[in-house]
């Protein structure tokens, strides 16, 4: 049915478009840039000058509409002086709601972008098409758009080809042209419109030449011929007496198994001079991982995380001279040059990790095979290698995520395991696309002695710790070797202890020597001060060193006891945020180092390794900078659904414990987690009972056996589980289950969820949802607590999120689109996340502590080592987490001059030291930029270690002000003996009485009807006169400028002669309604469908230049001020409307939510109200607010609302 509608007005409309096209030949309207032809939509600043109009933070519409087929040009310019360059027009303009946006955009994004808003849910993504060139500031821009019967065609700078084409399937009817919509001041000229004749779109419809910036075959051809002859083999003149290591990162020989026709790969003798060339380490495909070139379902295949990366990824594609994204196994041929005599040595290939199937070949002969994606292996290619040139080939297989028809046919045999296809498609891929192919960790050639080292494990501890070397000896003779342990202050290079032990190793043996020390003072390591040593680790045979590792230790202990972490002996609160972006940026060094000197600088202590477990860079990074990792496993959502099969739980069982003996090692390291979201409680009654325990005795196992290989980590078996205390006890702990230390919510308050003030009752330790809250004695630790994804190039909201889920609507409405100031989103979601954070850290003692999802969201840049820039999020949590806090528990944000607040204040005490705080005074100011305008002091007692202490707080605002409204800060700060212990601040507003006053109230006569006198009570703090109405009927006979009836939510009865209402309105007295509740909908039936029963906190400003908002800013409609404890809110429910023409939604109100499942307009329409609404009817206005007003007593913004409502009714 709704197919054959849609195909319906498809038909309906190319009539239309015949019929026009048909009935006007080809016109060209130019300058245009006549004033009153264009009309103003939203609050801005529009400047006409001679033949050029400014435009900022508004929109401009002509007021002729545009029919059938068009051509629309200007010419525009961001002015000099902007930082970047946001060129938006736009057309198909039926109102703010209904209409096509297009931009040109240099800077921080460089692109074309057009999309198409629709009410009701339907905007939708048409085209994101990336520029050859950098738009900048100062430079005039032509740009041309055609469009006919839902085609879309845009032209740049008097280019032929098109940069965008597009078809839109659910075209918007005519409607009129724009210019203007971004937030950036843009001058436009030259505009002009052209009615097309049917030629005109015939010639447009054939012409689909679309602007390609690619290379051509023959480009490529050139490139690859120059780079294989620039390929070097590896070079090895001699060797060390001991370990000699050699690089094999660098360029190596290419080719794609497509391109395998008539010869072995893996040969010896093989002419390779058509060979491409490949980086190694790299994958040799795009990298997909999480949210950063996630298939969303938009044009631009990606989820709008980073057009930058995406560009950034494409253009290294794009520059391979084989046809990258269609490669799922390859070839790798290396060249190694060894001097003539090799000795006894033995040669080792290291790999530190290949996606995901690897088959080694050396000189033609097969050496070994690996499966898996994360885990390091060996190959031991001493028997095949020779003096001379030797030949390395590594084939390397991957396939794509779907499942393949041939599931059956075996690709590899590698230990001892059959890999086919569908097994192949299944291994475990973090958060990858799994798709991503190739040699991607490091290459290295060890060139050992018959005797060498093979692993150091040094298990530490605070004062000492275990050192367990296993050597190897592969000659057919005993060896008798001293092993000798140095370990050496990484900074001041002096050396804590060293260790000498002999040790028979038997012929052909490994065998395991352990070096015990105790009673020393290391300096040790903790996030705050990581202090690292260099241990050094030596083997000698007959007094001639034979081999030697070198690596960087940390002495620490990490454990918990009665639910808190313990951390060198202390109790330790872990703050943190994660993920970083290792799974994009696998082997940056320096990018490594920044991020996690970022998060360690504020305040982000901890880390979880999600998405890609973490290699050797980022793992270093953690060390050196102070941040603590959880490391995730390689297998999200693993058993999850069907049992999987044996060989498959043997692949994931042997490359988790490979990464954990790989990195185990890194004092950085605290918690091992072994997955993510296995939902062992979320889904557990899914599985059949005996099904169930199955999974968990796999689980179990890899648990017990990470214990025995890392002794000195915690363990969260599930990131997402949390213990059902009734389940462990009946169906866990009879079977001897182990299911970690930790329980670990994820949740989603202030995107998904609730927001933090729904938190503030300790609601945070318990049940929510299906995640059953803290258990006493286990570490109660969130691993993922999102506050939502902005993006990496301006700070918006992630695109995904707004077209596919509408999530960020519920929080900003229209203001979190992208033609919209990103400072909307950063100030909504650091204000949000910010309390969350300090919500529970004051009202949960059980918490041992929280992460914080995800951060790799939280930079600009993020990508890039040169340009990485932190958003101001980072600066908000590094208050929230700072080990001391000083936290006020304010309710809303808006305060009279003159008003005394009482807020609670609590001192949370887990400072770095583990000692408690002695009394000390608490200062409190009242600041706008430089001035004081209120202060105070307070003395508070002594704050035992661990603890928190609450205490009330009394503060003054400042009865005059410099300005009638002001946004300040309220300022906090510890202090004792004139040192600051913990400073801490708030953004709120003060406003005089003055300024919520009514400007017309005292010159007309209002009349109210107030059932509960709430709104009595507001109208006489505000200062507004008026008569008291103590019957309805009174609007029949006295006359009123305006008509108040408020608070009929309170009677469940109708008023008697409610339908006065409407005819005295209709005759044109204006009415104001104070939540009339479901009276509303029966005094409109003819315009309002249902009532929507639920409050809202924050509410969307829709119509900002009606003056209703006057003075008003968009983030003000949220959270008001309460009274009597409530929780803060905007609207006590909102209404859902049948479309009329003279029914305008000032505000909108959407829940928040996951996403838009099912019916997207139906679940929309659901979720959604309008909680301030005007109809004009007959002579007069009606204005019916479920908005929170009467909070206006207590809160500026929403006493400014109702006076607002109260003078435009009024004029």
Request: aromatic share 10%; glycine share 6%; charged share 25%.
């Amino acid at each position: 049915m709704n197919r054959m509608k849609g195909m319906k007005m498809k038909l309906t409309y190319l009539m239309l478009l015949l019929f026009n096209v048909m009935a006007f030949s080809a016109t060209t309207q130019s300058d245009l840039l006549i004033k009153d032809l264009w009309k103003i939509t939203g609050r801005g600043e529009v400047f006409w000058r001679q033949e050029e109009v400014r435009i900022k933070d508004c929109l401009i519409s002509l007021t002729e509409q545009q029919a059938g087929a068009y051509e629309f040009s200007f010419e525009a310019q961001t002015p000099e002086g902007e930082e970047q360059v946001q060129i938006w027009s736009g057309f198909g303009f039926q109102n703010r709601d209904n209409r096509y946006a297009l931009g040109l955009r240099g800077g921080n994004n460089n692109d074309l972008y057009l999309c198409r808003y629709q009410d009701d849910a339907k905007s939708k993504m048409l085209a994101l098409e990336s520029l050859d060139f950098e738009p900048k500031p100062g430079e005039w821009h032509k740009i041309k758009l055609v469009f006919f019967n839902g085609h879309i065609r845009v032209y740049l700078n008097g280019e032929t080809s098109s940069r965008i084409v597009v078809e839109d399937e659910a075209p918007l009817p005519p409607g009129k042209v724009v210019l203007g919509g971004g937030w950036i001041s843009t001058v436009y000229r030259n505009v002009s419109v052209t009615t097309l004749d049917l030629d005109a779109v015939k010639t447009y419809q054939n012409d689909d030449r679309k602007f390609e910036i690619k290379l051509t075959s023959e480009e490529k051809e050139a490139i690859r011929k120059k780079q294989r002859a620039a390929y070097k083999p590896v070079k090895i003149a001699s060797f060390k007496k001991a370990r000699t290591s050699v690089s094999l990162e660098g360029n190596w020989l290419f080719c794609p198994e497509q391109e395998v026709r008539g010869f072995n790969p893996g040969d010896e003798i093989l002419d390779d001079n058509n060979w491409h060339v490949m980086e190694v380490p790299q994958f040799w495909n795009t990298v997909r991982n999480w949210l950063h070139l996630q298939d969303s379902g938009l044009p631009h295949k990606g989820s709008g995380i980073s057009d930058n990366y995406r560009e950034k990824e494409y253009a290294r594609i794009g520059a391979y001279t084989f046809d990258a994204e269609n490669t799922t196994a390859a070839w790798y041929r290396h060249h190694l040059l060894l001097p003539k005599n090799t000795g006894d040595k033995r040669f080792i290939l290291h790999f530190d990790a290949v996606s995901k199937v690897a088959d080694v070949f050396v000189n033609g002969h097969h050496a070994g095979s690996h499966i898996g994606m994360f885990g390091d292996f060996d190959v031991d290619i001493t028997d095949f290698v020779k003096p001379g040139n030797n030949v390395i080939a590594v084939n390397v297989k991957v396939r794509q995520y779907d499942r393949v028809h041939n599931a059956d046919e075996y690709v590899t045999t590698a230990v001892s395991v059959e890999i086919n296809n569908d097994m192949l498609n299944s291994l475990p891929h973090g958060m990858f696309k799994n798709t991503e192919g190739g040699i991607w960790q490091p290459v290295s050639l060890e060139i050992v002695n018959p005797v060498s080292i093979t692993d150091v494990f040094a298990n530490t501890k605070t004062d000492g710790g275990n050192f367990e070397i296993s050597l190897k000896n592969t000659s057919s003779e005993d060896k008798t070797v001293e092993t000798r342990v140095k370990v050496t202050d990484k900074v001041s290079k002096k050396v804590l202890f060293e260790s000498s032990e002999k040790e028979l190793v038997k012929a052909g043996a490994e065998q395991v020597l352990t070096v015990k020390k105790e009673n020393i003072s290391p300096k040790l390591w903790s996030p705050h001060n990581p202090n690292l040593y260099v241990c050094e680790t030596s083997v000698y045979e007959a007094g001639q060193m034979v081999d030697k590792n070198t690596m960087d230790i940390g002495f620490r202990t990490f454990e918990i006891n009665d639910g808190k972490f313990v951390l060198n002996g202390n109790d330790y609160w872990l703050g943190g945020a994660n993920h970083p972006p290792c799974g994009i940026a696998p082997n940056n060094e320096v990018l490594a180092q920044k991020f996690f000197g970022f998060m360690n600088e504020n305040n982000q202590m901890v880390t979880r390794s999600h998405g890609c477990p973490f290699t050797k860079a980022w793992m270093d990074a953690a060390d050196e900078q102070g941040v603590g990792v959880s490391y995730e496993g390689p297998f999200p959502w693993f058993m999850i659904g069907e049992m999987p099969s044996p060989e498959l739980i043997e692949i994931w069982r042997n490359e988790t414990l490979a990464l954990v003996k790989k990195y185990r090692n890194h004092p950085s390291l605290l918690v091992w987690t072994i997955n993510n979201e296995m939902y062992f409680t979320m889904f557990y009654h899914n599985d059949p009972p005996e099904i169930r325990l199955e999974k968990w005795k796999i689980l179990s196992d890899v648990i017990k056996e990470i214990r025995r290989l890392s002794p000195n980590a915690a363990i969260s078996a599930d990131s997402g589980y949390s213990r059902v205390k009734g389940d462990y006890d009946k169906n866990l702990a009879p079977h001897g289950i182990d299911d970690g230390d930790i329980d670990d919510r994820h949740i989603y308050n202030n995107w998904y969820n609730r927001d933090f003030f729904q938190m503030y009752n300790g609601e945070w330790a318990k049940r929510i949802y299906w995640s059953p809250g803290a258990n006493p004695g286990r570490a109660f630790f969130s691993q993922e607590t999102s506050t939502g994804y902005t993006n990496n190039d301006d700070g918006h909201f992630n695109r995904k999120y707004m077209f596919n889920n509408y999530v960020p609507q519920s929080w900003l409405g229209n203001w979190a689109y992208e033609d919209h100031d990103p400072k909307f989103t950063f100030q909504r979601r650091d204000f949000m996340t910010k309390e969350l954070v300090e919500t529970i850290r004051r009202t949960s003692s059980e918490t041992a502590g929280l992460q914080l999802f995800a951060n790799v969201t939280w930079f600009r840049n993020v990508h890039d080592a040169e340009r990485i820039e932190p958003y101001p999020v980072n600066y908000a949590v590094k208050k929230a987490y700072q080990p001391v806090l000083v936290s006020a528990e304010l309710f809303g944000r808006s305060f009279y001059a003159g008003a005394t607040i009482q807020p609670r204040v609590c001192i949370i005490n887990n400072n770095l030291e583990a000692e408690s705080l002695p009394s000390s005074n608490l200062k409190w100011e009242i600041v706008s930029g430089e001035e004081t305008l209120a202060s105070g002091e307070v003395k508070t007692e002594a704050v035992p270690f661990y603890e928190r202490q609450w205490f009330n707080l009394s503060v003054k605002m400042p009865a005059q002000l410099p300005a009638g409204k002001m946004k300040c800060q309220l300022v906090l700060s510890l202090e004792n003996n004139d040192k600051v212990i913990s400073k801490n601040d708030y953004d709120i507003t003060i406003a005089e009485k003055k300024w919520a006053a009514s400007q017309l109230a005292s010159e007309k006569t209002i009349g109210v009807f107030d059932i509960t006198g709430e709104t009595n009570k507001t109208l006489n703090a505000l200062g507004v006169k008026y008569v008291e109405l103590t019957d309805l009927t009174e609007i029949r006979f006295k006359k009123l400028d305006l008509i108040i009836v408020a608070n009929l939510d309170a009677d469940n009865e109708v008023p008697y002669n409610w339908e006065d209402v409407r005819t005295v309105m209709g005759n044109g007295t204006n009415v104001l309604l104070v939540h009339p509740g479901k009276h509303m909908q029966w005094l409109m039936y003819d315009r309002i469908e249902s009532v929507y029963e639920r409050e809202g906190r924050v509410v969307n400003m829709h119509i900002p230049e009606h003056p209703v908002f006057n003075e008003i800013e968009p983030l003000e409609l949220a959270w008001w001020q309460p009274e009597n404890g409530e929780l803060p809110r905007a609207c006590k429910r909102s209404y859902r409307l049948k479309k009329k023409d003279d029914t305008t939604d000032l505000c909108t109100y959407l829940r928040p939510h996951t996403g838009l499942s099912g019916n997207r307009i139906e679940t929309y329409r659901e979720m959604s109200g309008i909680p301030l609404l005007l109809v004009n009817e007959k002579k007069g206005t009606l204005i019916a607010s479920e908005m929170e007003v009467n909070r206006g007593t207590n809160d500026p913004v929403a006493g400014k609302l109702l006076t607002n409502i109260i003078d435009f009714l009024l004029q």
